[in-house]
């Protein structure tokens, strides 16, 4: 099984900073992709940030220049640092881990983390 714990939400004012955190653990061979999705009430779940392994980052058109994605490796974590935040940004915020289990296997398996409150308002 391979468990996602997200960190970092909160309230904060518009034009503040926050990092939010998602650290993969259990039987993990590799990660393939790490990303950051967003919904807020009555709306569809919405790609902020992706970061595969090996490739190009990809973000929302809404955050570019504002959000960016990284990643720790060693630790099998994803941060989200997001600079000059907007009211629109509101939202619950889910880590999505994609993973392979053993050197042999090409088998991929999608994780999502229980999700981080982000509020930004005066």
């Known amino acids: 099984q391979v468990q996602l714990v997200e960190s970092g939400g909160g309230l904060v004012q518009p034009g503040g900073s926050l990092r939010l955190s998602c650290a993969a653990s259990?039987?993990?061979?590799?990660?393939?992709?790490m990303g950051w999705y967003r919904q807020a009430p009555g709306k569809q779940r919405d790609l902020v940030a992706l970061?595969?392994?090996?490739?190009?980052?990809n973000y929302a058109d809404s955050v570019k220049g504002r959000f960016t994605i990284s990643r720790d490796d060693a630790k099998s974590t994803v941060y989200l640092q997001m600079n000059s935040l907007k009211p629109e940004d509101t939202a619950v915020y889910y880590c999505?881990?994609?993973?392979?289990?053993?050197?042999?296997?090409?088998?991929?398996?999608?994780?999502w983390g229980q999700g981080t409150q982000v509020i930004v308002s005066s």
């Open positions: 970061i595969p392994s090996g490739g190009s980052t």
């Open positions: 999505w881990v994609v993973v392979t289990t053993a050197r042999q296997s090409n088998r991929q398996y999608g994780y």
């Open positions: 259990g039987s993990i061979f590799s990660i393939k992709a």
